[in-house]
Structures are given as structure tokens and as C-alpha cells.
């Protein structure tokens, strides 16, 4: 069973920071990342990471959110710092296989406010 597991989220006050951690298992991905979606919005694209190699990031995230990855653990991350009220919203793990197959993780919530 494919799984994707995301972690991390909460309360923070703007200007803050919070990391997101997501355990992907039950295939290999060959691309990872994390996407958004606030109250009515579309889902977003937020930072994604390619197994073999590069990130990709969109431009609210450049500068402020960082996405890595522990192979160990098999685990990726996103560090988001300097958090405005504007990245409040539900952050979600992705995850595309081999042959192009989309996953997708439950959501965490992120608000930020003071």
C-alpha cells in the first residue's frame, strides 16, 4: 500500500518557523514535494524534489522554505521560515512514481498567526 505520511504542522506566529516532515512508502518516487492549499484556494505548488537530483521551488517558497530529503529515513522535509500569514493553509505531501503514478498525503494543517 502506497503511503504517504505528513507531520509537522501547527500554530506559529508570523515571521516563524516550522518544518514538515512526510515518510513516503510502499513504492519508489521519483520525484517528491509538497503542495498547499488555503480555505477556497486551489491546491499549490510549493517545492519539489527530484530523487536523482535538483529542487524546484515556486516563487513565494524561494528564500524562505527549504525542502530536503534523509534518505536513511526515508523521509523529506520542509523548512518554512519567515512565515506570513498568507502560508497559513494545509500542506501536502506528493509523491510520483516511476511510471507517472500520482500520491497524494492526508494534509497537515499550517496557520500562521498571531
Known amino acids: 500500500q502506497v503511503q504517504l505520511v505528513e507531520s509537522g504542522g501547527g500554530l506559529v506566529q508570523p515571521g516563524g518557523s516550522l518544518t514538515l516532515s512526510c515518510a513516503p512508502s510502499g513504492s519508489y518516487f521519483s520525484i517528491l514535494g509538497w503542495f498547499r492549499q488555503a480555505p477556497g484556494q486551489q491546491r499549490d505548488f510549493v517545492a519539489t524534489l527530484f530523487i536523482v537530483g535538483g529542487t524546484n521551488y515556486a516563487d513565494f517558497a524561494k528564500g524562505r522554505f527549504t525542502i530536503s530529503r534523509d534518505s536513511d529515513k526515508n523521509a523529506i522535509f520542509l523548512r518554512m521560515t519567515s512565515l506570513r500569514p498568507e502560508d497559513t493553509g494545509v500542506y501536502y505531501c506528493?509523491?510520483?512514481?516511476?511510471?507517472?503514478?500520482?500520491?497524494w498525503g492526508q494534509g497537515t494543517q499550517v496557520t500562521v498567526s498571531s
Open positions: 506528493y509523491g510520483r512514481n516511476a511510471v507517472g503514478t500520482e500520491y
